[in-house]
Antibody
Framework: VQLLESGGGLVQPGGSLRLSCAASGFTFSNYAMSWVRQAPGKGLEWVSG????????HYAGSAKGRFTISRDNSKNTLSLQMSGLRAEDTALYYC??????????????WGQGTLVTVSS | QSVLTQPPSVSAAPGQKVTVSCSGS????????VSWYQQVPGTAPKLLIYENNKRPSGIPDRFSGSKSGTSATLGITGLQTGDEADYYCASWDSSLSDVFGGGTKLTVL
């Protein structure tokens, strides 16, 4: 299993950013995927998850209405579209694989993360 | 303020046993499974325990998990210096989101 995040960078408050995660080494469509973030020096925070088929997704309260998770099972790619970014969204964003199609709680593989910095 | 409550730190000597507690509510731990993750500083988290007490392949049986009511506990026996890391509990919540504890830093003295 390999998960490779990309798309992070410096963005101004109120701006937008799209993160991507390229997955390989497993049948992507069979597994739920999640985004988990970690602010500098802080703990883990689950951001959003999407089931294997892509028809159902869930969000943390902090992400609801601003972030949209999606997946392209034909390209083995997970995405997170982020808008209305705030300073408190600054974090390392991990892509993580669930242990089965509907699992957001058992994240058995993680990428190395992509850093998002929100600052003027 | 994390939804799940963990002690900020625990410590023990090499070879000893340590436990890490995780307290939640009926909205999460009380009615859902608990997972535990280990994060060595500078690296991605690793799944240690799932479904309260199951270990993924490759995780030694020195690591164990248990749940009672709205609390869960991670146990580590035969402590090694390589076990020094941050440990996080997690559970699904009735708010339809996964929630993590604030993390516990383990120091092997």
């Amino acid at each position: 299993v390999q998960l490779l995040e990309s798309g992070g960078g410096l963005v101004q408050p109120g701006g937008s950013l799209r993160l991507s995660c390229a997955a390989s080494g497993f049948t992507f469509s069979n597994y739920a995927m999640s985004w988990v973030r970690q602010a500098p020096g802080k703990g883990l925070e689950w951001v959003s998850g999407i089931i294997g088929s892509g028809v159902d997704a869930h969000y943390a309260g902090s992400a609801k209405g601003r972030f949209t998770i999606s997946r392209d099972n034909s390209k083995n790619t997970l995405s997170l579209q982020m808008s209305g970014l705030r300073a408190e969204d600054t974090a390392l964003y991990y892509c993580a694989k669930g242990s089965f199609s509907g699992s957001f709680n058992e994240l058995d593989s993680w990428g190395q993360g992509t850093l998002v910095t929100v600052s003027s | 303020q994390s939804v799940l409550t963990q002690p900020p730190s625990v410590s023990a000597a090499p070879g000893q046993k340590v436990t890490v507690s995780c307290s939640g509510s009926s909205s999460n731990i009380g009615n859902n499974y608990v997972s535990w993750y280990q994060q060595v500083p500078g690296t991605a988290p690793k799944l240690l325990i799932y479904e309260n007490n199951k270990r993924p392949s490759g995780i030694p049986d020195r690591f164990s998990g248990s749940k009672s009511g709205t609390s869960a506990t991670l146990g580590i026996t035969g402590l090694q210096t390589g076990d020094e890391a941050d440990y996080y509990c997690a559970s699904w919540d009735s708010s339809l989101s996964d929630v993590f504890g604030g993390g516990t830093k383990l120091t092997v003295l």
